[in-house]
Each structure stands twice: as C-alpha cells, then as structure tokens.
C-alpha cells in the first residue's frame, strides 16, 4: 500500500478531525497549516469513533468516555482506556491530505472493529 488521498486539503480545519475508510478505519487530525497526524479511528476502551472527539494540542479526546490519546505514539494519556492505538504515516500538500496505512509508526495492535 502507499499514500492514498483522502481528503482535499481545505476539506479539513485546523483543529479538527476527520473519518478515512481506508483498509483500516482512520482518524485524520490536522494540527496545523502543514502538519496533520494519522490514528485508528477505533478507541482501544469501548470502539468509538474517535474522529468524533475533540483535537486538543497533540492529542485525541475521545468523545465517550474522554480518554486521551497522543498522536506520536498513540498512547492513552488518561483512562479508561490503557492500551496504545496505531499511529500511521500522514501528510498534508497543495494536492491533498494523505494517509499511508502500510506505514505504522507505533507497535500498537489495531483494536478490535
Ligand atoms: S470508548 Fe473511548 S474512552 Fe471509552
């Protein structure tokens, strides 16, 4: 697999998060201008969407149950979730958003979906 579009690049806010149904379902956050990060959309607590929650700094907030997930290492911050999610290849251009599942950042097993 490579680098698939998932997005126009206005498609998404600064800030803001949204769904790619690739091979893996896929939360796209955009953190700034020229930086978006790439996390299995499925919370390692209770399978939310987490594209649902809300960006804060570096991170994911489920909207749930609020735990918090990094987007480096895909690594709860708080509880009730424990387990890590996988952090995948993104990267944002003039053409696009792209996500590449093939390149996972982190060792975390996707959750179950
Ligand atoms: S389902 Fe995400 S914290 Fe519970």
Not at 3 to 30: I, M, N, S, T, Y
Not at 74 to 95: H, M, N, T
Request: hydrophobic content about 40%; aromatic content about 6%; charged content about 25%.
């Amino acid at each position: 697999m490579a680098f698939q579009r998932v997005a126009d690049a206005d498609q998404l806010k600064v800030g803001h998060a949204l769904f790619a149904d690739l091979d893996e379902p896929v939360c796209v956050v955009r953190l700034d201008v020229d930086l978006v990060k790439a996390v299995h959309d499925t919370c390692s607590h209770e399978d939310y969407p987490l594209h649902e929650g809300w960006v804060e700094g570096n991170a994911i907030e489920c909207a749930l149950h609020g735990s918090v997930f990094d987007l480096d290492s895909g690594a709860p911050e708080s509880l009730p979730a424990v387990r890590a999610i996988p952090v995948y290849a993104a990267r944002i251009d003039d053409d696009g958003i792209w996500v590449d599942t093939a390149q996972q950042l982190n060792d975390a097993r996707p959750p179950r979906h």
